[in-house]
């Protein structure tokens, strides 16, 4: 009888909203995670919110989740425990690859001082490859350090007997990277000179900023276009995942997240090929600080922008494809399923040399985002872990710049789960005390903060919903992420790291790369906990005094401009 009444709900509702909310509601059915009962009594928990506010809000926007754009098709239901006790995430792999490792080859690092003194030392020790993707470069004395790092590692690799194969391949953003008359470019062209056969500089421009536009935006505002975010550190096998770049704060107050792969060469080849594709499609730095595009490929802003970015999608989902297609084959990847029994599973020898790699208990999967390429696969799989959260299951989502997307906070306010929202408090934002027009950021985003917690105040669910303010003296904040605690447990088993700040920006303007992380192991878990907890305890729980505070007073054209330029930053 309950589902009966929720039906009679879900018709009038869609009766009062035409056919399109007919459609947006039917579309919802054949994905196969959601069966008509479940959404029936998903509509019903959330009508049931709003009978006693009706004066204030009307009803029929709680289903404003479920008409967001449709998660992905997937053959395999999220959240369902397999026979074969295989992690309830796998359904991740039928998007990307999946890379089967052991949790022991897996350090969370915690400081930005760890993060800098690991690159250096990593650099120093690679013997066959560096692979850099990062927003900028810096000019400072740290960074100048760690390009002194890279200069020694290749003169090293010369005096080597025979040809060196060691290659160095740096991925930033045009824009960002040619801000200023010294700048990421100036910084890198002493080892393009020195070493133009084993360097490669490339600097991506997005094909959205083109003609009159380009001509007429000056420098730091074109940056709002859209900019290469990936952040990935490579060197040999091993590789860093972090939201950080390569500036000078990053290295030592910038408070972010970090996670150190050991010995992982399959994780390293996707990475070198994904930022190689990127490359490809990128400008060419030369020695005379010039650029230019490889032979034969269509350039970003000059050339046809709908054959550029059908050469990007082609480019990028080759290495992906080509991944995915190449983990099917290692069945020893595929969650540590071994039966005596099976010969399709490859068998431990009893006597197994000791240098044999240890079973995986742990996951990853490659999130890329790329929308002005048409490669969304990071936000389908965010929405999609958003909206199977069950009940009881606690997510912690953290963003320097907190600017959801409309999709995702009408998936967190709708939803069952419980979300603990840490953003950066005005001092700690990396804007705070800029000059001109950059000086106000930190005040828009205290206005999207506090029209979100109004959201959450009258829907009532302050309980379920907690937003709060990391604050921390001489620091500022741009960790990005979430962890992800299911039902009654007392660590987390995933965990998102990376790039993307679930904002308009991460989703619709920027190229984004995370990577999704599920363990079984129980110390990597407790690892994951660990830094989730040192971040969270820095911060207060923001309430509606918060925002009574004179350091969040928000001038009224800051109110008036926000709506129109929050797709921006």
Known sequence: MAAAGSGSSLVSMAAAGGPVLWRRLLGLLPHGRLGLAALLGRLSDRLSLGRDRRSRRSSWLLVAPLLTPAVPQVTAPSFCVCPEGAHRFQWIRNLVPEFGVSSSHIQVLSSPTEFYELMKEQIKAAKQRVVVASLYLGTGLLEQELVD?????????????????????????????????????????????????????????????????????????????????????????????????????????????????????????FFTELVDAIGDVSLQLQPDDTVQMMEGMVHPYQGDKT?????????????????????????????????????????????????QKPEPDTWIYPLIQMKPFGIQIDERVTETLLTEAERGARIYLTTGYFNLTQAYMDLVLGTRAEYRILLASPEVNGFFGAKGVAGAIPAAYVYIAHQFYNEVCCLGQQDRVQLQEYSRNGWTFHAKGLWLYLAGSSLPCLTLIGSPNFGYRSVHRDLEAQVAIVTENRDLQQQLHQEQEQLYLKSGVVSSSTFEQPTRYVKLWVKLVTPLIKNFF
Request: hydrophobic residues 35%; proline residues 5%; contains cysteine.
């Open 149 to 269: 790092c890279i200069e020694e590692t290749l003169e090293r690799s010369l005096q080597a007997s025979g040809p060196s194969d060691f290659r160095v391949s740096i991925l930033l953003d045009f824009t960002r990277g040619s801000r200023g008359r010294k700048n990421s470019r100036t910084m890198l062209l002493p080892l393009l000179r020195r070493f133009p056969e084993q360097v490669r500089v490339s600097l991506f421009h997005t094909p959205n900023l083109r003609g009159l536009l380009k001509r007429l935006i000056p420098e730091r505002f074109n940056e709002t276009i859209g900019l290469q975010h990936i952040k990935v550190y490579l060197f040999d096998d091993n590789v860093i995942l972090s939201g950080a770049n390569l500036s000078d704060s990053y290295f030592t107050n910038r408070q972010d997240r970090y996670v150190f792969l050991q010995d992982s060469s399959e994780i390293a080849d």
């Open 307 to 355: 054959a550029y970015c059908e050469v990007a999608n082609r480019r990028v989902m080759e290495v992906i494809n080509a991944a995915r297609t190449r983990q099917e084959l290692h069945t020893q990847t595929f969650h540590g399923r071994r039966s005596e029994g099976d010969p399709l599973l490859p068998q431990r020898e009893p006597n197994a040399g000791r240098d």
